[in-house]
């Protein structure tokens, strides 16, 4: 007899008279499952794997002296990093359980998501913002770039780099961490 077909690829069951046994079919099941979320990880990814090298590149170009002491360029992508280390805790042990027990507010994995793309488009907008002031600020005369001495160096400070940088940690904080849960518990 065969089980009542929920899914349009359980006819490709065996017991359905496919050719496929259940569990290679359940497993497809589960990559049809997650194949939309995928395809807005994976540009979500592409847009924002990008961004620490060409911070890197355009910090290469930017005053990297702050009240005389010179800043390593590379120093910058530490703000990611930081955010990361510092907000994760901080969300997971506090935040979502104080929403969740005074609001009845549970933040599920498509609300974070959501919320670390919001991150990640400011991200941007404010990297444009950036790239556009430092390429409109004046060059420092007699200075060089520390990455190559043919590159001149903007009259605009490194530190917005940083902020990016930061901004970008909240975003992965959001969307890595629901992208990940998603896919091991949700599937």
Not at 14 to 24: I, L, W
Request: net charge positive.
């Amino acid at each position: 007899k065969k089980e009542s077909i929920k899914h349009w690829l359980d006819k490709s069951k065996k017991e359905n008279g496919g050719t496929f046994d259940n569990e290679t079919v359940e497993e497809v099941k589960q990559i049809y499952k997650v194949f939309p979320f995928a395809l807005y990880q994976i540009s979500y990814y592409m847009v924002t794997c990008s961004l620490p090298t060409f911070l890197i590149a355009q910090g290469c170009q930017m005053d990297y002296n702050i009240k005389g002491f010179a800043i390593p360029v590379a120093l910058i992508s530490i703000g990611d990093i930081l955010i990361i280390l510092i907000l994760i805790p901080i969300l997971e042990k506090k935040i979502y359980p104080y929403l969740q027990k005074y609001y009845k507010c549970k933040i599920t994995t498509l609300k974070r998501t959501i919320i670390g793309y919001f991150f990640a488009i400011i991200t941007m907008i404010i990297a444009g913002i950036v790239e556009i002031k430092r390429k409109n600020s004046n060059t420092i005369k007699n200075r060089s770039s520390k990455c190559d001495d043919n590159i001149p160096v903007h009259n605009f400070s490194l530190f917005y780099l940083f902020i990016i940088s930061c901004l970008l940690g909240m975003s992965e904080v959001f969307t890595n961490v629901a992208g990940l849960e998603y896919f091991y518990t949700d599937l």
